[in-house]
Every structure is written in structure tokens, then in C-alpha cells.
């Protein structure tokens, strides 16, 4: 592998945000389905665990239904994750307004860390009154903070003017943004070992646009801080260049020494290209080794470009997760919880082990299988990624009962342990 030499100037990351923070033993009930190729995309919306959701219920099912998702995935009460979502929402058009209104004062808002209900508002000199009794009368938990040095605007322009410098001054890695609780902007900036000589001279740039009431914090990492052509697990593999169908799912992105890559199901076609889940752009990838029978059902792809150690769990990028750690196939026992997500299926689901190192015979004989308790999957969805919160868990293999090919079933499935999966094939699973 190439040496590289990175120099990150890190300026502290910034958001105003404003999302939530973060049985007994029983024969086969049928076949299990391998996830072949299948083009059937379901776009109706996820429920909760265990249920399905059919867009009739209250107006506020969808929330019930969100909470619920967050209060399984967090640990926290329903309750408490419902109020903090009510309170976001009951937020969200004051801060709007405020902000619409106030362009040079309003300093930008934040929820509190957790899932409790306040939020804060940050505001360059004294409130008006009228806010203040704005806030009297909505009767939400808001707290105001006059000591704001600078306005959103400022912050967000400021952030404009540092990128536009340092990409005219030839800095082709970086990644600007306005942090509103530190009035600072973030900066990080890459320097491969080419352009390593400039590094000083981009720092030089971003600090001659420094204000008295914006600063810019520096810190040098050894990775690059963006990159546009990156691959994630969650996405869809497809065996056609315009990625027109969907033969399997990535779930999980590995490396072998310094050759990085993609895990998928081995019974998925040798031929695979990686669709972008945003651009929908498509790369070819190179089938380094699979495997079906006594281990598991895995393969393992190679991709030219930068694999992050992330990966989707549901189909917006707001579902885009950073892996943390991965579980060990010794770990998994029988009534754990974990979650699902496939590319055919378009849906997160999750339920728990039914049993643990099933041998089951559907294209071929594999063992070393998890069974899971009914979610929701279709043809296409093999490979994709089994997880518990940011823990990598397992790779999709495929769907007992007798649902089609291409149909979304709500059935039994199995997958692979990833950390079974990556001892076999000799690769890292990515992790943060």
C-alpha cells in the first residue's frame, strides 16, 4: 500500500441539533430462501418490533412507532423517548421562526444530551421580549443563552468563506463546519505525503480569515477527512453496471492488509457492483473469496475506493451508522435481540434468536446459522448487514417459509456471525 501522510486541521465539528440523540425447540417450518436475485423494492414505511405499519393509524403512530424504535435500540423508556420527540417537534417551528426572523442575533439552537425534553437557544445580545414571552406562553422546557458571540449566519457564511479559500489555494481534502456551542469553525484538513508541504500554507489561509468573535480550532488526525468515492455496508449489490436490480446487500466493510472491502452472502453472484446509495453511481467490485457449507454463507468484495466503517439501517442517509465493535459468534445466545436491514425489503426490522448454529439445506448445506424469530425480508436482502445498535452482528442469509423469490415476507430468517464470517476469511471488519 501506498504510504500516505494525513494532516488533519480539525475545527470543532458543529450542528445545531435538532434529532434525537443520539421458546421451545421446533423442526424447520419450510425451505429457507437464499437471497437471489430479486428486483422487488417495498417502500412502505417500518413499524415498530414486531408490527407492521399501514399509514391508518392516529396521526401520531408514526412517532409511537419511532419511539418505540429508539427506546429498544437507546434502553430508554418509551415514554421518555415519545416526550422527547413530541418536544422536538413542538420546538422546531419557533426555532424556525426565530431564526427566519432574527438573522443577525439568533445564535442557533441545541437539544439537551440524552432524551431529556429542553432545549437550548443561543442568542447575540439582550432577547427580545417578545421571545421571552413567546417562550412563557408555549410552556416548553427552552433556555436561553445571551452569550453568543456570533449569529448562525455569521457562523454558517464564515464556514462558506474557509472552504472557498482553501479550495482555491489547492486543498482537494477537507471539511468545513460552524459549531454554535463553541462559536468556533471546524476545519479538517487532508494532506496526502504529495502535497504534505502545503499543509502549513493551507493552515495559514484558514487563519487569516479568523474574526475576533469566530475562531477556528486546529488539530491534526492521520485520515483523510472526505472523501466522494467511499462505500458503505447496507447498500445494494447489484449484477448489473446501471444497478438497475438488486442481487444482494453489503453489510459490513472489512480490509485485508491494505486491501479494503465489502461483506455479502456467498451465494451472491461473483459479479457484483456497488451502487451508491446517494449518487446512485455505480462501481464494479472484484469477489476475493466465498464460501457456503459448514462456517456460514459469506464472500468478501474488494472495492478501489474508500470503505468507511459504516453502514446503513434503513434506506435515508439519517440511518447512515458508525460500527463500534463486532459480536462475537460465541456471544450470540438464544432470545437476544438484534436488527435486520435489506436493500429488497427497503425496511429495518427486528426480533430475536430462536435458536443458535443451525445447519440448514436451501441451495446448499450451511451451518454455523443464527435463526432469527420473524422479520421482514425479501430476495436480494442476503448479505445485508444483522446488527444491535452500532454492534456488527451478523450477515443475511436468507428466509425459511415458502414466500417468493422476489415477494417481502414476514418470516423466520438466518444470517452468519460477522466475527465467524471474518476469521474464515482472513479480513478485519471495520470498526471506528
Known sequence: MRDRFWVLV??????????P???????????LHSGTAGDHLDTSPSGPLGSTSDGNGPPDSALVEMANQLAAEFGVGADAALARLRHQEAVAPLIAKWRRQHPEAFGGAYHADGFATRTTVRWVGQVPASIVAEIEQSGLAIGLDATATASQAALVGMTRAIAQALHDAGSTDFAVAPNIRTQRIDV?????????????EFERTIRELETSTIGVGVSRV????????????GTVGSTKSDGS??????????RSGSTYGLLAAGHCANTLYYVDPVSASTTALTLRDEYAGYYGDFAWYSYSGTVQPKFYAGSGTSNLRTV?????ASAIAIGDYYCKFGRASNRPDCNNVKYTDVCHNGDSLVCSQVRMRSVYGAGGDSGGPWYSGTQAVGINTGRYGSGGVSSTTNSEHAFTPVSLAADELGVQVLTR
Open 222 to 233: 492521520t485520515e483523510g477527512p472526505f472523501t466522494p468515492d467511499t462505500a458503505q455496508g
Open 324 to 328: 463500534t465493535s463486532v459480536k462475537s
Open 21 to 31: 440523540m443520539s421458546a421451545g425447540a421446533g423442526g424447520p417450518d419450510g425451505p
Open 10 to 19: 480539525a475545527l470543532v465539528v458543529a450542528a445545531v441539533v435538532l434529532a
Open 245 to 254: 436490480d438488486i442481487e444482494c446487500t453489503f453489510s459490513f466493510g472489512v
Open 188 to 200: 479538517i484538513l487532508g494532506v496526502t505525503d504529495e502535497t504534505s508541504a502545503n499543509a502549513s
